[in-house]
């Protein structure tokens, strides 16, 4: 991966405590898995920025390497990698996903 694409994923995590790899944005979700994850965050009033994978095809494959996670979409938390749409709704769900961001 190229030094400059590595900086500039780590910037985008930088830039918020919870930071969403996602397809399409939270306003328009464009699969299912990115919809779910930005209603379990809205209902848990969890402010959050993300990134639509869609838009760099580039930066959409580094991500992948990056985090070494192969799927969309993709929570990181306090710059760690949280992981997908089944590990977030299984925290949110048990009530751990609040206790990651203190």
Same mark, same amino acid.
């Given at each position: 991966?190229?030094?400059?694409?590595?900086?500039?994923?780590?910037?985008?995590?930088?830039?918020?405590?919870?930071? &969403?790899?996602?397809?399409? *944005? +939270?306003?328009? +979700?464009?699969?299912?898995?990115?919809?779910?994850?930005?209603? &379990?965050?809205?209902?848990?009033?969890?402010?959050?920025?993300?990134?639509?994978? &869609?838009?760099?095809?580039?930066?959409?494959?580094?991500? #992948?390497?990056?985090?070494?996670?192969?799927?969309?979409?993709?929570?990181?938390?306090?710059? #760690?990698?949280?992981?997908?749409?089944?590990?977030?709704?299984? &925290?949110?769900? *048990?009530?751990?996903? #609040?206790?990651?961001?203190?």
């Amino acid at each position: 991966m190229e030094e400059q694409i590595k900086t500039q994923i780590e910037g985008l995590i930088n830039s918020s405590d919870v930071f &969403l790899f996602m397809k399409g *944005s +939270p306003e328009a +979700p464009e699969c299912g898995f990115s919809a779910n994850i930005v209603e &379990l965050l809205n209902n848990q009033e969890i402010e959050f920025k993300s990134f639509n994978i &869609l838009s760099n095809q580039e930066l959409r494959e580094a991500i #992948k390497e990056f985090g070494n996670w192969p799927t969309y979409p993709q929570l990181y938390v306090k710059n #760690k990698l949280v992981g997908g749409n089944d590990i977030v709704s299984e &925290l949110a769900h *048990s009530g751990e996903l #609040k206790t990651l961001l203190k």
